[in-house]
């Protein structure tokens, strides 16, 4: 077991906001745990997949599934059923990054569904595997965070491992584990919304700092004990906007 776990916050398809995380990340010590959420809104949805993909592959990394991960699975099995949802929250940034810009306008759902399941079948199946939590130490890692009703928390339903958002911020944490977890963006933790700091209650730490609202990305590197170090990086490019 490696002596550091070094957790990457939700991307949201900006590449560049990743790839500076990155250089915090030493494979000969840390363990590296994506927490989801690499596409959707952001414009390279499949650059960040794909490295999110290789860094699996090749040191061992923990990618979660979070809510967009399984937003864009659900549009390929349903397109028509889940075109519209999909598209109001990203998706036509993660559609046009595989296929190419305009996409949505030339192609029925269906068809794009059929294009990429043709062009991704091995990045497509990759995801569909992806873990819903990561357990290390006295931490658990997950992307929107667990049941706190349930007496054992890994018998959360697994729909509330990537969605979950007020019963678990405001439930009582009795796991005796700090969760780590992105999801819900830290300015909306606060109150604020524009405090992109990490969120710390309750043995519970929110790590999404919006960055592609307008906020920021977070590698968060832990020990057994605690947090070593917080890097934390600003979006400069400007907020996400809906197209459609």
Request: charged content about 25%.
């Amino acid at each position: 077991m490696k002596p550091y776990v070094y957790v990457i916050s939700d991307i949201h398809g900006e590449l560049e906001l990743f790839k500076k995380l990155l250089k915090g990340f030493n494979p000969k010590t840390h363990q590296l745990v994506l927490i989801g959420d690499l596409n959707d809104r952001g414009k390279k949805s499949k650059e960040c997949f794909l490295l999110g993909k290789k860094l699996v592959e090749k040191y061992g990394a923990v990618y979660l599934r979070g809510n967009h991960e399984e937003y864009f699975l659900q549009f390929l099995s349903s397109p028509e059923e889940w075109y519209q949802a999909y598209v109001q929250n990203g998706g036509k940034e993660t559609m046009e990054s595989l296929l190419f810009d305009g996409c949505c306008e030339e192609y029925s759902p269906t068809e794009i569904a059929l294009s990429i399941r043709s062009y991704y079948q091995q990045l497509i199946q990759f995801l569909v595997e992806r873990p819903l939590y990561f357990e290390w130490e006295k931490y658990i890692f997950v992307h929107a965070g667990v049941d706190l009703t349930k007496s054992d928390w890994k018998q959360t339903n697994p729909a509330d491992f990537i969605w979950i958002r007020e019963p678990f911020h405001q439930g009582k944490n009795n796991t005796g584990k700090t969760i780590v977890f992105g999801h819900t963006i830290t300015p909306l933790l606060y109150g604020d919304m524009q405090t992109t700091a990490l969120w710390i209650s309750d043995h519970k730490i929110g790590i999404d700092g919006g960055a592609v609202f307008g906020g920021s990305v977070h590698g968060v590197i832990f020990d057994k004990n605690g947090i070593v170090q917080d890097i934390e990086y600003p979006n400069l490019t400007g907020a996400w906007q809906p197209d459609f």
